[in-house]
């Protein structure tokens, strides 16, 4: 009888905290411990860099075990520092995550005197910038795993991620896992302006080689991409957010090479898939609807038009992936179902559906504000809602499928 009365119990607080499980609202305190040192590599000049990581616990969190996120931050592989997202970590850890901010080796030789980055020698030198920084970004992923127990850290609710450059880095770290997948760039070449370019290694790199991988559930990409599509291969099963603007002029959101618009600069740089292509890839390989989400927003900026509505958007659609819900009340048929916009400010276009399938829209609190049957062509308008975050819920035969979307 007591061990029947303590698995009820166990069963019980299991089902409350699946209930109450939310990372989109900022609801914690926070602290944090920086300058933490990973070691060093050499850069692209052979000279020694000095690595470091700052890290973000939530405060008040009842949670034994968090979820973790490692930010990249982004400057063209030339400029920037991990304290950019500095911010960034705070809002995630009063969210309830560890959150960690990490450095990576920057810089690579420019076109010649006078012709410093953004201008490249040549497109080997950006291949091989960002090979440097996904073996950093494994190395400081695998240091964050490896204190799971120290940190509080879920190891199955672990993501990365990422903007701009920062983005292919962390991309580079989740996706780029085998030697076969090795870019031929970052092998011994040619000299590019009298420096000697050595092979750089395997793709783990050399440090924190613990036992530790660099798998993780999920990735946060900001109008960054991939310099290899083919690197996300259908039995990866990692979720993907992402945001970019259309016309962004820095990295392309379809196919084409960064700093597209100006010539002089971009002939020397390799073509990179932004977040346009990325979202067609995982269309293609049949990835579960579940798992990826991109918001492209008509601009022509290389920034976010509204950062808090992006981390907003960006928790929100992985939420019930990080809570463990995304698939568990869903059928094979309510499975394929997607709602677009997300955020949305008018109607809502639904895919997926096969047949007429009854949907109510509830609020967080659980209170209905809208309810109807919808056919495949129909939209949903949800101009009389205020603003905020709700739940669509769509019901067939007894089996339901719940998303969450932004009302703007």
Known sequence: MKVLFTYILVLTLTVLQGQNCDYTIPKYGFKATKNIYLGSDKDYRLLDDSLFVDIYYPVGSPEVKRPLVMWVFGGGFFQGKRQDFDLLCQEFAKRGFVAATIDYRIGFEGAGPGLNPPFAFDAAEIVRAGYRGMQDGKAALRFLKSNHERDSIDLERVWVAGASAGSFVAMGTVFLTTEDQKPAQVGKITPANGRNRDDLGPVEGNRYVNGYDAKVQGVFNIFGGLLDTNLIRPDNKIAVMSYHQDMDPVVPCGANMPYYPIPFISANYPIAYGSCMIDSR????????????????????HATHDEAAVVNYMLTNANPILCGTVSATT??????????????????????????????????????????????????????????????????????????????
């Open 331 to 408: 059928n094979s048929k309510l499975n394929t179902i997607k709602v677009y916009p997300n955020p949305v400010e008018h109607h809502l276009s639904v895919s997926g559906i096969e047949n007429q399938t009854n949907y109510k829209i509830l609020t967080m609190s659980g209170n209905i504000v809208d309810h109807n049957k919808i056919n495949s062509n129909q939209k949903i308008s949800v101009e009389n809602l205020i603003p905020g975050i709700y739940i669509i819920q769509f019901n067939e035969n007894g089996f339901q499928k719940s998303i969450r979307f932004v009302k703007i």
């Open 282 to 301: 995982l269309r293609n390989i049949g990835m579960s609807p579940d798992l990826f989400e991109t918001w492209i927003y008509p601009g022509n900026q």
